[in-house]
């Protein structure tokens, strides 16, 4: 019966899309949809759209057509910094702001964090760098250092851990860490903390890679914030640490992370951080940390974030 539900869930979602696209672009509709997911916040779908395969993504929103006009202006930004070379930006192609319609680029190539599954120290070293160039350009002329407020990013984490049912182990695990991220924090107060305008989604999936090429795509662009680098970093390098755990569960970490992945990353031009900066990728690496448990817990990958949260408490000096 479930997979009845769904399957009509699906065609009544394909169905009024497809309503919307009509209504959107007329004859120049995209045609042939293929549903990919409907989640809280979007539903996506592929589709063909003058004879090319694109992605449809109509997004949830109460107001969409300030959050398409925040998209289109994020998407021309980056339309400038990547015009062209090894590191691109998958691109709205158009859109419809009273439908919360956008046309995208569909990714071409692999996902990252599938080509690093077959890839050498030296070439997993340097398509991490590149990843991280890709970040360092898209901040633009954008990059500052501003006031940590660590009270912000503790105190929300705090109240998702209260309101989560959580095993016991887990629960005592992350209570630690998280204390240990609370005195991390207080240290960094007020701290000259790295920010730029992130995306702060820089994750394995949103990233492909076209070996034919070179070339380096990032997806599923929406608006961007300006927040800590550190956000966008610890995305990355966690998603990174656990798909090389599923790999090889005993391979060594360093702050919830391995160590040779952080390194590739901060040499980027654009990601740089001089010593006293480094604590705050720490902080936000346990900070995805925790989360990832968090939401995991129940989840076959579970095991990997625990041993991660705790190489994270055990190795990051928390005063």
Not at 234 to 241: D, I, T, Y
Request: charged share 25%; with cysteine.
């Amino acid at each position: 019966m479930k997979l009845i539900r769904d399957a009509l869930a699906a065609r009544r979602a394909r169905d009024a899309l497809s309503r919307d696209l009509t209504a959107a672009f007329g004859s120049n509709a995209p045609h042939s949809l293929t549903l990919i997911k409907d989640g809280p916040q979007a539903l996506v779908a592929g589709a063909t759209w003058q004879g090319e395969s694109v992605i449809l993504k109509q997004f949830h929103t109460p107001d969409p057509v300030g959050f398409m006009a925040e998209m289109a202006a994020e998407h021309d930004r980056l339309r400038a910094l990547f015009p062209h070379g090894a590191l691109r930006a998958g691109l709205m192609r158009a859109h419809s702001a009273p439908h919360a319609i956008a046309v995208l680029d569909k990714a071409p190539g692999e996902r990252l964090d599938a080509v690093l599954d077959h890839a050498d120290a030296d070439r997993r070293a340097a398509l991490i760098a590149q990843a991280g160039a890709w970040l360092g350009r898209a901040l633009g002329d954008g990059r500052d250092t501003g006031t940590f407020f660590p009270r912000f990013w503790v105190d929300r984490l705090e109240a998702e851990i209260t309101a989560a049912p959580l095993p016991a182990p887990e629960r005592d695990l992350i209570l630690r860490a998280h204390r240990g991220l609370r005195r991390l924090g207080r240290a960094l107060r007020h701290g000259p903390i790295p920010r730029g305008p992130i995306h702060a989604d820089f994750a394995p999936h949103n990233i492909f890679h076209d070996t034919e090429t070179g070339t380096l795509w990032v997806f599923d662009i929406q608006k961007t914030t300006h927040m800590p680098l550190g956000l966008d970093i610890a995305r990355l390098l966690v998603g990174l640490s656990v798909q090389m755990q599923r790999q090889h569960p005993e391979c060594t970490l360093h702050a919830g992370v391995l160590a040779s992945d952080r390194r590739a990353m901060l040499a980027a031009k654009g990601l740089e951080h001089p010593a006293e900066a480094l604590p705050f990728v720490d902080f936000f690496l346990g900070h995805r940390l925790i989360k990832a448990l968090l939401d995991k817990h129940a989840h076959p990958d579970a095991p990997i974030f625990r041993r991660a949260v705790e190489n994270w408490l055990k190795e990051t000096p928390c005063p």
